[in-house]
């Protein structure tokens, strides 16, 4: 049973576009959120994170919006190009070592 | 250059025969972890280790050993290999407690037959 409902599975958006991708989450206790994007051939690498305090964090074209009473989160990426094709991967951690990951939203950014 | 380290990159098994996926690490992390990964699951943690010499079970540990004899390796070894055990296996470390920090490595694609 995962603790991370990530959707879509899959996206096709259009250079310049933007692609969002949404998480949900039960466990109250969780306090860091992470997204992780993973190129074919290679390991997830981080790529933007979020403590519950804040509602929005912005890095580049990359924003995380959280909700904290919907216990929902979500990844929007702007101005989406080519080299954005990639797989998305949220993830929640508690005060401790793990991280629970969503089940990945492969983003396809046609040129 | 500093980062995760694993081998082999690709491994096809026979059911029944046992192997061991190595990872390293060079950043001096206490903790490592091993996820594997399958199509719509996203990653699922195998096993931790906070420290040379702790370890602990993860979500899906079942038909997976690990042990910490140093800081920098944390082997995963599959005792008798299932089918079912053909995915694409992940060792991470992190340099502190909360989910930060973590690094991968590039991962093992394994195939039980």
Redesign the interface.
Known sequence: QQQVKQSPQSLIVQKGGISIINCAYENTAFDYFPWYQQFPGKGPALLIAIRPDVSEKKEGRFTISFNKSAKQFSLHIMDSQPGDSATYFCAASRNDYKLSFGAGTTVTVRA | NAG?TQTPKFQVLKTGQSMTLQCAQDMNHE?M?W?RQDP??????IH?S?GAGITDQ?EVPNGYNVSRSTTEDFPLRLLSAAPSQTSVY?C?S?YR??????T????TRLTVV
Do not use: D
Not at chain 2, 40 to 45: A, I, K, P, S, V
């Open positions: 995760v903790y972890s996820y719509g699951m996203g990653l699922r943690l931790y906070v993860g992940f991470a992190s407690q909360g989910g930060y920090g973590y991968f490595g590039s991962g």
